[in-house]
């Protein structure tokens, strides 16, 4: 079945420093590839998305490329700001899948 | 401002009690979850539903149940709460099945059951 494995946390950084929050996944086809990010107390929201191959999905600063040949989707940014401290989660949906997989969740903690 | 609504917002509950948990969204999705997320599991999916008048079974779905009579509306129902479904609920919606979208995603229901 489908999977998604991502990088264990937490992660703690200091500000301005590069973030990669790895993720890999298993899956037959060409699924959709999901970051989505939930601030404390807070529900999920999207962060970014990719729907084929080389791919790149962006927002707010974080960047993912959908690579096919490693099947991963790691989740950069270049320079963290205490306010990205948050829990991010990979996710993939296939076509007629139903639904989509979440990986576990990363915890990310950008101290000043 | 469009997206999902859920209520309660938060709710203690006794054991044995039956209780309701609402969802609502105005975008139109024909597709509708719920999960519910625990420290050091994830999120997990309790049911689904890929249009009204049709619901599924996700990878928990002991001691709940859903229902989907129209596109708005997905309420989940705990016939008799325990307190092992202490956790915080999140309903989710998203255009279609194996849509390239997304998922829209409520604000939770904390509920605890004592």
């Known amino acids: 079945g489908d999977s998604v494995t991502q990088m264990e946390g937490p992660v703690t950084l200091s500000e301005e420093a590069f973030l990669t929050i790895n993720c890999t996944y298993t899956?037959?086809?060409?699924?959709?590839l999901f970051w989505y990010v939930q601030y404390p107390g807070e529900g999920l929201q999207l962060l970014l998305k990719a729907t084929k191959a080389d791919d790149k999905g962006s927002n707010k600063g974080f960047e993912a490329t959908y690579r096919k040949e490693t099947t991963s989707f790691h989740l950069e940014k270049g320079s963290v700001q205490v306010s990205d401290s948050a829990v991010y989660f990979c996710a993939l949906e296939r076509t007629n899948a139903g639904k989509s997989t979440f990986g576990d969740g990363t915890t990310l903690t950008v101290k000043p | 401002i469009a997206g999902i609504t859920q209520a309660p917002t938060s709710q203690i509950l006794a054991a044995g009690r039956r209780m309701t948990l609402r969802c609502t969204q105005d975008?139109?999705?024909?597709?509708m979850y719920w999960y519910r997320q625990d420290l050091g599991l994830g999120l997990r999916l309790i049911h689904y539903s890929n249009t009204a008048g049709t619901t599924g079974k996700g990878e928990v779905p002991d001691g709940y149940s859903v229902s989907r009579a129209n596109t708005d509306d997905f309420p989940l129902t705990l016939a008799s709460a325990v307190p092992s479904q202490t956790s915080v609920y999140f309903c989710?919606?998203?255009?279609?099945?194996?849509?390239?979208?997304?998922?829209?995603f409520g604000s939770g229901t904390r509920l605890t059951v004592v």
């Open positions: 989710a919606s998203s255009p279609g099945q194996g849509s390239p979208y997304g998922y829209t």
């Open positions: 975008m139109r999705h024909n597709a």
């Open positions: 899956a037959t086809g060409y699924p959709s």
